[in-house]
Every structure is written in C-alpha cells, then in structure tokens.
C-alpha cells in the first residue's frame, strides 16, 4: 500500500481539530476517517511510527488487534497529536507550503516532506518579514 498524502495530511487535521487534547477513532470517524478501513490503518500507523502521533495506552496501539483470520477488534483509546505532529501540520498548512509540495515533492518521503516543508515555511517567513521590515523603513 502507497502512502496517501492527502489522506495523510487529512487525517492530521483531524486530530489536530480534536475537541479537547485528547481523541479517538469515534471522534476520528466523525471527521471522515474510518477507524474499520485498511487506509485509516495504514495512514495512522504511519503516524503513530513517526511520532506524530500517540496512545496513553502504549500496548494497544492506536487500539486495535489483528486477529488471526485476519480481522482486528478495536478497544477506544486516548489518543493525541504529539508536539511534533502540531509542527507538521502547521507547517504544512502555512501558506504556499503544501501548494508547493504538492506541486513538486509529489513523490518524496515523509522525512522529506517534514524537511521540505520546514524549508519553505521559513523560507515564506524570512521573505514576509523581509517585504515587512522594507515597507516600514519606507
């Protein structure tokens, strides 16, 4: 299965639109993201291996368990956007940024897209504080 990005980014803000700092895949379904589909699996595994997101219950994952028929049981656990996974979101979701990825990073890791998108986020930043600083000394 390849990564989603846009699923991906998606699934992010979802979490970062939590209710209070903590949520769960009920409060995650109600956003569109289906806790019972492989995506949703795949996308927050992936989340949950980078740090950009965790359990308060370390053993259970994001809450489930894959059965030997290959089905899983799902048990409701906390979960929440970690420091980091704030970061990426915001960072993806500065101006410009995610327009540019899109564009030109369509095919990149996701170190490569936290990097990237980093880059071009301060790089907008610089640029604004720059015209902002010449149109004050004006």
């Known amino acids: 299965m390849k990564i989603d990005r846009d699923y991906l980014k998606g699934l992010l803000e979802a979490f ?3 209710k209070g ?5 009920r409060e995650v379904k109600e956003k569109g993201f289906d806790y019972e589909e492989d995506n949703f699996i795949f ?6 291996d980078r740090g950009f997101i965790e359990s308060l219950s ?3 994952g994001i809450g489930y368990q894959r059965m030997g028929n290959g089905g899983c049981t799902w048990s409701v656990v906390p979960l929440r956007l970690t420091a980091d996974g704030h970061d ?3 960072t993806l979701n ?4 995610w327009e540019d ?11 490569t897209l936290k990097s990237v998108a980093k880059d071009l986020a301060i790089g907008y ?3 604004r504080v720059s015209e902002l600083l010449s149109n004050g000394s004006s």
């Open 94 to 97: 500065a101006p410009n940024v």
């Open 88 to 90: 990426f979101i915001e």
């Open 43 to 48: 996308h927050s595994d992936i989340l949950l």
């Open 21 to 25: 700092p903590f949520t769960d895949i």
């Open 101 to 111: 990825i899109q564009a030109n990073f369509k095919q990149s890791s996701i170190d």
């Open 16 to 18: 970062q639109a939590a």
């Open 125 to 127: 930043a610089k640029k």
């Open 58 to 60: 370390p053993r259970d």
